[in-house]
């Protein structure tokens, strides 16, 4: 049984913005059985922007039932199927962190539409919802309404029931421990070695040059995702017939994790890391002078944003946090009025907090001098800071050390620990 589910949000970050609608359409594999959905008051408010995307403002949701008081429907209808959504990791992420609040561990298994796409009807120019059942002819009523979107969901799946039914079959059993096939010439031993730590794993051809670098915060579980679906072809094929062993490196630490599977893509530029030529960061937040406001959006040519983002999504939340702190006023769903006297506090944003400081975890550091990331690695116990390696500043470096600052702990560095850097022992934290 499938729960094919759609919800409207608050914003994009689960665990900071709150789901506003759900609906959950049950599918035996042959025909809708159950459907249901439902305002959820937020218990927060409604932004502009979500009212001009979804319609739903704040006095819709008033009067409707709270997360926890629609917990145990959803819970019953989705008990035992697969939890099916178009871009899954955002419905899922949303409705299990709703779920960590009341102190429930909510798992299922998994399946994404826009994956499920590409790999059974491949081609097309974007897999978006809106673009995808366009072009295939479905109907999307009442969109970006949970109900609405779920719908058009229930038919995109079926259309991919009916091309390849075993195929997605297999992809749920796939999630079942230790069922993965394996690449032909990959030594188990290798994989059943693998960490669940987070870090870097590489993966080499039978000379020992690297195929591809990726990132995550289990590796084991990473790299066998990318073993749960048929080869096809492509950088699937590739990865299938070339693949001879994995190495890893253990960070434990998103941020440093980021930085440096940015700088080994651009630095080694693996065969099969299609973005390494690529900025990660397409998209910014941009200030127009003729307007007068600040617009969360795709960077066109060779523009420079205020700062730059690797989805809209993320823009747009950095957007929202801006226009909330200063009252801006919206003009749209994406920019927001700005006046001259705030611009200055608006381009503070975009750099470092701190000039002259260390970023600390587990003892490994990175460094910020004069306000320019120079460098990172390891901490002694002795607190002096060892095997450095240099790094060369860029947008997308400092985009990712802007993104998560927030999270990180900083050691200042005052004007005698910058004659003498290595050493921590009088730092302020």
């Not at 120019?125 to 109900?147: C, D, F």
């Not at 406001?293 to 747009?316: D, H, M, V, Y």
């Not at 009252?327 to 006297?341: A, Y």
Request: charged share 25%; aromatic share 10%.
């Amino acid at each position: 049984m499938y729960s094919i589910i759609d919800i409207e949000t608050t914003g994009v970050k689960p665990g900071h913005s709150k789901i506003i609608e759900i609906a959950i359409v049950n599918h035996d594999g042959e025909k809708v059985v159950d459907q249901w959905s439902t305002l959820i008051n937020p218990e927060c408010s409604i932004q502009y922007f979500i009212t001009k995307l979804t319609g739903i403002n704040n006095q819709m949701v008033e009067d409707a039932p709270k997360f926890y008081e629609v917990a145990k429907k959803i819970v019953e209808m989705t008990e035992g199927n697969v939890f099916v959504a178009h871009n899954v990791g955002f419905d899922y992420g949303f409705i299990k962190a709703e779920f960590k609040e009341l102190g429930f561990e909510f798992n299922r298994k998994k399946l994404c539409t826009v994956r499920l796409g590409r790999k059974l009807i491949p081609g097309h120019k974007s897999y978006s919802l809106g673009k995808i059942t366009k072009e295939l002819g479905i109907k999307l009523n009442n969109a970006h309404r949970a109900m609405g979107d779920t719908l058009a969901t229930v038919e995109l799946f079926e259309r991919y029931l009916a091309v390849d039914k075993g195929f997605i079959e297999e992809q749920v059993e796939a999630q079942k421990a230790g069922s993965l096939p394996l690449p032909p010439h990959i030594p188990k031993e290798e994989v059943d070695a693998l960490t669940e730590d987070g870090g870097l794993y590489y993966f080499h051809d039978k000379d020992g040059e690297l195929l591809y670098v990726g990132k995550a915060n289990n590796i084991k579980k990473r790299v066998f995702q990318h073993f749960a679906t048929k080869p096809g072809r492509g950088k699937g094929l590739k990865l299938h017939n070339h693949l001879h062993h994995i190495t890893t490196e253990v960070y434990n630490w998103e941020l440093l994790t980021l930085l440096i599977e940015n700088i080994e893509i651009k630095t080694f530029l693996p065969p099969l890391n299609r973005a390494g030529a690529k900025t990660k960061f397409p998209f910014g937040i941009f200030y127009s002078e003729k307007l007068g406001t600040l617009q969360a959006r795709k960077t066109q040519g060779n523009e420079i944003p205020l700062l730059a983002f690797a989805s809209k999504p993320s823009a747009l939340r950095k957007l929202e946090k801006v226009a909330t702190n200063l009252s801006l006023e919206w003009e749209s769903v994406h920019e927001v009025k700005v006046k001259p006297i705030h611009l200055k506090i608006i381009k503070s944003f975009w750099e470092y907090p701190k000039k002259n400081c260390l970023l600390v975890k587990d003892k490994r550091f990175i460094q910020i001098e004069n306000g320019i990331l120079i460098r990172y690695g390891k901490i002694g116990d002795d607190d002096q800071l060892y095997d450095f390696n240099q790094i060369e500043e860029n947008p997308e470096l400092k985009a990712l050390v802007l993104r998560f600052w927030e999270k990180q702990t900083v050691i200042s560095l005052d004007d005698t620990h910058k004659q003498h850097p290595y050493i921590l022992g009088h730092s302020s934290i």
